[in-house]
């Protein structure tokens, strides 16, 4: 009886562990991420500022200018892991995410529009303009890859084309000549420069109303897992929970590229690096990968930073370089999976 206790509390503790791991992670990487720059900073000042202590200009260097793009990093990494294990839940395929869906693309399609035609934008107004994109790109990718069913290598290939067509867009668009170019273009690669408190209040205001009542509805996600027929003999309204996730994912992809750009593949890795960490149930399943993504985000900024500097090489290109080959090794498994 004692041994059977004994071991459900150390099963019961391994995601409390995992989640405290990553916590602290993050927390390093973002300490690290604030001695990176054009001009790196010692560590010992870096802490003694955070304090509000030390050098008023090293103060003002990691609180105004360094602080936010590392906190917008943390956020848009959460939001776009946990749009990915959504999305990844609701279809129950490994291969969907955010990006191979085309719903980054299309956000990112909807805000450069909108920022290349108007002098001036509010952040709902732009937040709006993503979401509608990213809603017609999700559609268009479903009526190309339907064919008597959704087979998750062709969705994932349309959704990679879909995608491809967006940035074609965007590229098409930022090459006209308008005075808005330059902030148009950081939705080609993504990109943390140049970001202020200003994007991290706009997008820490969505993250708090839509990741809480994700996280809540943590239970009937698991239940969908088990297929429509299970969910709906335990009363779930199916078509209202899965269209009210949906709606959270695309929302939260779109309010992500609104702020930082089209940075794909954190969506598709962060939900897979958290099974494996902290297993499938979507209570646990949620943070881990939110805070997965803040990692891969903060890490990929800190690489693109402090490579070749004073030159930063876009975050979103850093993390593609480790997200494609990852997803054509899940494409292959899928694909070896079909055939059995």
Same mark, same amino acid.
């Given at each position: 009886?004692?041994?059977?206790?004994?071991?459900?509390?150390?099963?019961?503790?391994?995601?409390?562990a995992? #989640?405290?791991?990553?916590?602290?992670?993050?927390?390093?990487?973002?300490?690290?991420?604030l001695?990176?720059?054009?001009?790196?900073?010692?560590?010992?000042?870096?802490?003694?500022?955070?304090?509000?202590?030390? !050098?008023?200009?090293?103060? &003002?260097?990691?609180?105004? &200018?360094?602080?936010?793009?590392?906190?917008?990093?943390?956020?848009?990494?959460?939001?776009?892991?946990?749009?990915?294990?959504?999305?990844?839940?609701?279809?129950?395929?490994?291969?969907?995410?955010? !990006?191979?869906?085309?719903?980054?693309?299309?956000?990112?399609?909807?805000?450069?529009?909108?920022?290349?035609?108007?002098?001036?934008?509010?952040?709902?107004?732009?937040?709006?303009?993503?979401?509608?994109?990213?809603?017609?790109?999700?559609?268009?990718?479903?009526?190309?890859?339907?064919?008597?069913?959704?087979?998750?290598?062709?969705?994932?290939?349309?959704?990679?084309?879909?995608?491809?067509f967006?940035?074609?867009?965007?590229?098409?668009?930022?090459?006209?000549s308008?005075?808005?170019?330059?902030?148009?273009?950081?939705w080609?690669?993504?990109?943390?420069?140049?970001?202020?408190?200003?994007?991290?209040?706009?997008?820490? =205001?969505?993250?708090?109303?839509?990741?809480?009542?994700?996280?809540?509805?943590?239970?009937?996600? !698991?239940?969908?897992?088990?297929? !429509?027929?299970?969910?709906?003999?335990?009363?779930?309204?199916?078509?209202?929970?899965?269209?009210?996730?949906?709606?959270?994912?695309?929302?939260?992809?779109?309010?992500?590229?609104?702020?930082?750009?089209?940075?794909?593949?954190?969506?598709?890795?962060?939900?897979?690096?958290?099974?494996? #960490?902290?297993?499938?149930?979507?209570?646990?399943?949620?943070?881990?990968?939110?805070?997965?993504?803040?990692? =891969?985000?903060l890490?990929?900024?800190?690489?693109?930073?402090?490579?070749?500097?004073?030159?930063? =090489?876009?975050?979103g290109? =850093?993390?593609?370089?480790?997200?494609?080959?990852?997803f054509?090794?899940l494409?292959?498994?899928?694909?070896?999976r079909?055939?059995?």
């Amino acid at each position: 009886m004692n041994k059977r206790t004994d071991h459900t509390k150390k099963h019961r503790g391994k995601p409390a562990a995992v #989640l405290l791991f990553l916590l602290i992670c993050l927390v390093v990487l973002t300490v690290l991420n604030l001695a990176i720059g054009d001009e790196n900073i010692p560590l010992f000042a870096v802490l003694k500022a955070l304090v509000g202590q030390g !050098d008023p200009g090293v103060r &003002f260097m990691v609180m105004e &200018f360094r602080m936010p793009r590392i906190i917008l990093a943390v956020l848009a990494g959460a939001a776009l892991a946990i749009a990915g294990a959504i999305v990844q839940s609701l279809l129950r395929n490994p291969l969907a995410a955010s !990006d191979t869906l085309g719903i980054t693309g299309g956000a990112g399609l909807g805000a450069v529009i909108v920022t290349v035609l108007f002098a001036q934008q509010t952040p709902l107004f732009l937040t709006g303009a993503a979401f509608l994109g990213s809603i017609l790109a999700a559609v268009l990718v479903y009526v190309l890859a339907y064919r008597n069913g959704i087979a998750p290598v062709r969705l994932a290939l349309v959704g990679i084309a879909v995608n491809a067509f967006c940035h074609s867009g965007i590229q098409l668009l930022i090459s006209r000549s308008s005075p808005n170019v330059s902030s148009a273009l950081i939705w080609l690669n993504g990109s943390l420069w140049g970001r202020s408190w200003d994007h991290v209040l706009a997008l820490f =205001i969505w993250c708090c109303l839509l990741i809480p009542p994700v996280w809540l509805a943590a239970k009937p996600l !698991d239940i969908m897992k088990s297929g !429509d027929g299970v969910a709906a003999s335990l009363g779930i309204s199916l078509e209202r929970t899965r269209g009210l996730l949906l709606a959270a994912a695309v929302t939260l992809t779109a309010a992500a590229v609104t702020a930082v750009g089209t940075i794909g593949f954190i969506g598709l890795m962060a939900p897979h690096i958290g099974r494996k #960490l902290a297993g499938h149930e979507s209570r646990i399943l949620l943070p881990a990968s939110g805070l997965i993504g803040g990692i =891969i985000l903060l890490a990929a900024d800190a690489v693109g930073r402090g490579l070749i500097p004073p030159l930063e =090489i876009p975050a979103g290109l =850093i993390a593609a370089v480790v997200g494609g080959p990852y997803f054509i090794y899940l494409l292959r498994r899928e694909a070896k999976r079909g055939r059995k």
